[in-house]
C-alpha cells in the first residue's frame, strides 16, 4: 500500500505528478514521503539529506529541543538587541512581553509530553496494549498579529515546534520592522528545510489561505478571523483563532482599593492599551467607584508621571487609523472624562484616560477598545454585573477583585463567562500554563505551554493486539446469539470505558 505525506511547503506551487495529485503549499520548501513497505522511503531530490528524519509521526525529541533552543539563542541575542527595531512596531516602549517566551521552559517537559498516554481497558481488550500516541499534525500555518509582533509569533511557533509540525509564520504588515526582522534573522536560528517567514500584506495572506495547510493558527480581529475560517473550511483545516473581546473587571467593595487601581492602571494602559486580555471597562458600586477614581488617578502618576506623553514606558497607538477609530470612540462617548482624555495627532497619543457616568448603550462599550480608554459602569450587585456580562459575548478574560473569598464562586458557575482570573490581570502573557482562549467572538482553541502542545498535536488510539489469542475474539465474530451478546456486554461493560476496537 502506497503512501504519501507532504510535511512542508515548496519555493513554488507544485503538484506531485502521478502520485498523490495533492497542491502543496507555496513557500518554504517540501518532503515527500513515499513508501510501499515501512522501511522503504523516498525523498525529492531537491530536499535535504537530514529531512528523513521528519517522518511523519516521527520527528525526535532531539530535534524539537534543538529547534527549541535555537529560538532561546534568536531572543536572546536579536529581541534583547534590537531593541529599537521591536519598539518601533510595538507600539510600546516597554518590551516586558518578552518574559512570556520560554521555549527552553517547554524543553524540559518536553520528553514527558511526548510520552505515549495509556488508557484503562475493558475486559474484551485485557491482553491489548492500549494508549494515545502524540503525532505531529503537519505543516502548520501561524498569522501574528501587529500589538506584541514577536510574541504572537514565537509563542505559538514553540508549541508547534515542540509538538514536531513543520511552520510557515506570517507576521503581521502592520510591524514592518519586526516582520523584516524575523524574516532575516529567524531562518539563521531554525531549520530553513522545515520553517519559513513569508511577509506581505492581505494578498500575500490570501495566497497563502489559499493552501492546504494541516493546522492554521491566527491572532487578530474577528473580521479577519471570519475569513481565516472560511478559507480553512475549503479543505476542512481545524483553526485556532486567539481573538479579544471586551474583557471586563468586578471590582468588589471589600477589596484593597490601591491594589486594585495599580494593577488596573498597568493592566489597562500597558502597551498603551492594545492587549487583548486587558481590562475593557470595569463595574462596580457607586461608593466603590467614588473610592476607586482618585486611586487610579495616583497610580496612573506614579507609573507614568503627570506627563505621561513624556513618559518612554507608555506606549502611541499602532497606525493613523485606529487612532481615529479611538478619539471618535471618545468624541461620541456619552460618558464623562475623569482622568485624561488628552490626543495628539501627529504623535498618535492618547493619554491614559478612565471616562464615568457610561451606559450599556455607549459607544465605547459596542466593541473592544483596544486603546488606553478605561469606561467605568455602576452596578448594585455582583448578580448584576454578572447578568450584565452574561448578556453580551463571552469575553476573553474576566477579573474580579474581592477582599471576600465567598464571592469567587459566584464566577466559577456554569452560568457565568469563561475564562476566569481572579486578581491578577494579564495571566495569558504572563504564565507560560495559561489556558487563554474562550469559546465565541473570543476566539477558538487553545494554547501556552501543554495546551500548544496538545493544539497542534493528533492524538491517535492505537491498539496493539497480537494472533495467539485469537479464541477471545470468537465473541465478535457471526453467528450471533443471545449467549454471545450477553457475554459482550459482561465484557465491555466491567469498565466505565475503555479503548474504541480497531
Known sequence: MRFFTVLYATSRSVRVKNEVGRKVPKFGFCLLVCTSRGNDVGLRSDCPKDAGTLLHGVCPAEFRISQLNSLCVFRMR???????????????????????????LISNHLASWMKPEHVEKSLVMKFDECFIRKEPLGVVLIIGAWNYPVQLVLVPLIGAIAAGNCAVVKPSELSDSTSSLLTELLPKYLDQSCFSVVCGGAKETTELLEERFDHIFYTGGVSVARSVMRAA????????????????????????????????VWAR????????????????????????????????????????????????????????????????????????????????????????????????????????????????SLEEAINFINRREKPLALYLYTGDSKHAPHLL??????????????????????????????????????????????????????????????????????????????????????????
Open 269 to 380: 494602559f500597558f502597551n498603551a492599551g492594545q492587549s487583548c486580555v486587558a481590562p475593557d471597562y470595569v463595574l462596580c458600586s457607586p461608593e466603590t467607584r467614588r473610592l476607586l477614581l482618585p486611586a487610579l488617578r495616583d497610580c496612573i502618576t506614579q507609573l507614568y508621571g503627570t506627563e505621561p506623553r513624556e513618559s518612554r514606558d507608555f506606549g502611541r497607538i499602532i497606525n493613523q487609523r485606529h487612532f481615529e477609530r479611538i478619539r471618535d470612540l471618545l468624541s461620541n462617548s456619552q460618558g464623562r472624562v475623569e482622568i485624561g482624555g488628552e490626543t495628539e495627532e501627529g504623535e498618535r497619543y492618547i493619554a491614559p484616560t478612565v471616562l464615568v457616568d457610561v451606559s450599556e448603550s455607549d459607544p465605547v462599550m459596542q466593541e473592544e477598545i483596544f486603546g488606553p480608554v478605561l469606561p467605568i459602569l455602576t452596578v448594585e
Open 78 to 104: 536579536e529581541c534583547c538587541t534590537d531593541v529599537e527595531a521591536l519598539r518601533e512596531t510595538c507600539a510600546s516602549q516597554n518590551l516586558i512581553s518578552m518574559i512570556s517566551l520560554c521555549p527552553c
Open 233 to 264: 473550511s475549503c479543505h476542512l483545516t481545524p483553526v485556532t483563532l486567539e481573538l479579544g473581546g471586551k474583557s471586563p473587571a468586578l471590582v468588589e467593595g471589600s477589596c484593597d482599593v490601591t491594589a486594585t487601581a495599580r494593577r488596573l
Open 413 to 502: 458557575s456554569p452560568s457565568c463567562p469563561s475564562p476566569h482570573s481572579p486578581s491578577p490581570l494579564l495571566p495569558p502573557l504572563s504564565s507560560p500554563l495559561s489556558l487563554s482562549l474562550s469559546p465565541g467572538s473570543s476566539g477558538v482553541g487553545r494554547y501556552h505551554g501543554r495546551f500548544s502542545f496538545d493544539t497542534f498535536s493528533h492524538q491517535r488510539s492505537c491498539v496493539l493486539r497480537g494472533f495467539r489469542l485469537e479464541w477471545a475474539n470468537q465473541l465478535r465474530y457471526p453467528p450471533y446469539s443471545e449467549q454471545k451478546l450477553e457475554r459482550l456486554l459482561q465484557a465491555t461493560q466491567e469498565r466505565k470505558w475503555s479503548c474504541t476496537l480497531l
